[in-house]
Structure formats: structure tokens, C-alpha cells
């Protein structure tokens, strides 16, 4: 069956256990979605459930879109994703997602995409130690010889660790416990952090293999 759903980061807060202990916790809108599209093996090659999140004005999508959504009810979405399901004909076009797909225990994984943090040298990007930082020293922060030696090769290799741009890239965290549900609101509150800023998409999974109160 489905277990996924697409949400939005609200931001984090942090919660007490029964035993006292303070646990941080990640806010995170999940659904409502809706079933936009049912990919089948015999049309598709493959099983899936597009799911849109997110309503917006009919008005503001294209004419394509429109007839794609006319399919659904007629209401538009700014998200749009799909999920790999073999069972697509337990679900019907149209058909609401809730966060009640999951139970507290269960462990799930997140991906957004990370925050943009702009240009930045190889001890903020990648944790080099750098030089030293005495007086004198004429190396502090550089990244140092990043070239071969010898005359051969005579060129810097690919995937060198080197300043560039950080962030803005999609992360995916695994193993996020769900802390707590909140079915009439549409919360999940999720152990620790994950990636991307306030209001950004994210997508939530199942973990696979888990099973709640592992």
C-alpha cells in the first residue's frame, strides 16, 4: 500500500517524553493529497500514484494541465509527484491522502532540498583542517596543491574537493522517527532535523524494512 505523502517544513520545535527527556522535533505539513493519476503496468510499464499537493487557481495552470487535472475533480495543485505502489487498484483518481498513512513509531525518509549557502571555501564546504592560524603562517583557509606532482597526468582529477557553490542541492535524511500525529491539523512531527528551510517541499517515505517501535 501507499506510504508516502508529500509535505511542506512548517520548522522545529521540541517536545518532552513521558520519562522528562527533551526530544527536538521537525514540524512538517503532510498532505492532504490528492490522487491525481494511476500508472499501471499494462499502460505505464510501471505502477505509481501521482499525487498533487498544494491547491491553487485553475486559472493559473496551462490548458494541458487543466485537462489533466478535469481527470481528478478539476482542482489544481503546485506539487506534483509521484509514488511507486504494485497495489494501484486499491486507489481511485480523486482519492484524498492523509497523514493518517502513518503511525507514531514508524521511520521515514526525507528529502529536500537543502538550504543555498552561496560560495564557500573547502573548510566550510568540505571540514579541511586548514593551516595553521599563527602569525606568519601564509596559509590559513587555501586549499592547498590541488594538482599531481609529477608531469603525468599534468591535470587535476574530477570530483576534486575544491570552493564552490554550497547547498541548494536534494538531501535525503533516512530513518526519521515520527514522534507524534496530528491528524486534524495534517502534522507530522518528526525526531531531529531535515533538509531545506521553512515552507520548503519535501518528500516523506516509509523506510524500508521498518516497522513501528524499532
Known amino acids: 500500500m501507499l506510504k508516502g505523502i508529500i509535505g511542506r517544513k512548517v520548522g522545529m520545535t521540541q517536545i518532552f517524553s513521558e520519562e522528562g527527556k527533551r526530544i527536538g522535533v521537525t514540524v512538517v505539513e503532510a498532505g492532504p493529497c490528492k490522487v491525481i493519476q494511476k500508472k499501471t503496468e499494462e499502460k505505464d510499464s510501471y505502477c505509481a500514484l501521482q499525487?498533487?499537493?498544494?491547491?491553487?487557481?485553475?486559472?493559473r495552470v496551462n490548458k494541458p494541465l487543466q485537462e489533466h487535472f478535469q481527470k481528478s475533480g478539476g482542482t489544481a495543485y503546485y506539487h506534483l509527484q509521484e509514488f511507486r505502489v504494485q497495489e494501484v487498484d486499491q486507489y481511485e483518481v480523486g482519492q484524498g491522502i492523509s497523514v493518517g498513512i502513518f503511525k507514531v513509531g514508524e521511520r521515514v525518509s526525507v528529502s529536500g532540498k537543502s538550504k543555498g549557502k552561496g560560495f564557500a571555501g573547502v573548510v566550510k564546504r568540505?571540514?579541511?583542517?586548514?593551516?595553521?592560524?599563527?602569525?606568519?603562517?601564509m596559509f590559513h583557509r587555501a586549499p592547498g596543491s590541488i594538482g599531481c606532482g609529477s608531469s603525468f597526468p599534468s591535470r587535476v582529477f574530477k570530483?576534486?574537493?575544491?570552493?564552490?557553490?554550497?547547498?541548494n542541492k536534494r538531501v535525503t535524511i533516512k530513518n526519521r522517527q515520527i514522534i507524534g500525529i496530528d491528524e486534524a491539523n495534517n502534522l507530522l512531527l518528526l525526531k531531529g532535523a531535515v533538509p531545506g528551510a521553512r515552507n520548503s517541499i519535501l518528500t516523506i517515505k516509509a523506510a524500508e524494512g521498518s516497522q513501528v517501535g524499532e
Open 126 to 137: 568540505y571540514h579541511h583542517k586548514g593551516g595553521a592560524a599563527s602569525h606568519g603562517s
Open 159 to 167: 570530483g576534486k574537493k575544491m570552493p564552490g557553490h554550497m547547498g
Open 51 to 59: 499525487l498533487g499537493f498544494l491547491e491553487k487557481k485553475t486559472q
